[in-house]
């Protein structure tokens, strides 16, 4: 069993930059895919980014490429999320997760486990 716990979220102006965190307990295996999803009102949960836990290949959604950036500290095992340049449009809740199935090509995970979710807005 996984649980993850998201911080760093809040309110940013336009053109601000925001980091995420996600700590997570439990077993986390090389295979392990994790990445960040958001939902913003009224529409659906969307993958923004996700990273394989051992080789550190990383997926962006092109609606943040060049803007956001995956990473994780294995030791810590502790996922993040720089978010720069961000605009209005990526106000949303951004929820962590992990896909715990071997080696999902990272575009197309589907996570086992979530964190709770934060909260970013971004005012113009």
């Known amino acids: 069993q996984v649980q993850l716990v998201e911080s760093g979220g809040g309110l940013v102006q336009a053109g601000g930059s925001l980091r995420l965190s996600c700590a997570a307990s439990?077993?986390?295996?090389?295979?392990?895919?994790m990445g960040w999803f958001r939902q913003a009102p009224g529409k659906e949960r969307q993958l923004v980014a996700a990273i394989r836990w051992m080789s550190g290949s990383t997926y962006y959604a092109d609606s943040v490429k060049g803007r956001f950036t995956i990473s994780r500290d294995n030791a810590k095992n502790t996922v993040y999320l720089q978010m720069n340049s961000l605009k209005i449009e990526d106000t949303a809740v951004y929820y962590c997760?992990?896909?715990?199935?071997?080696?999902?090509?990272?575009?197309?995970?589907?996570?086992?486990?979530w964190g709770q979710g934060t909260q970013v807005t971004v005012s113009s």
């Open positions: 997760a992990v896909d715990a199935k071997m080696l999902t090509p990272l575009a197309t995970i589907i996570p086992n486990y």
């Open positions: 439990g077993p986390i295996f090389s295979s392990y895919s």
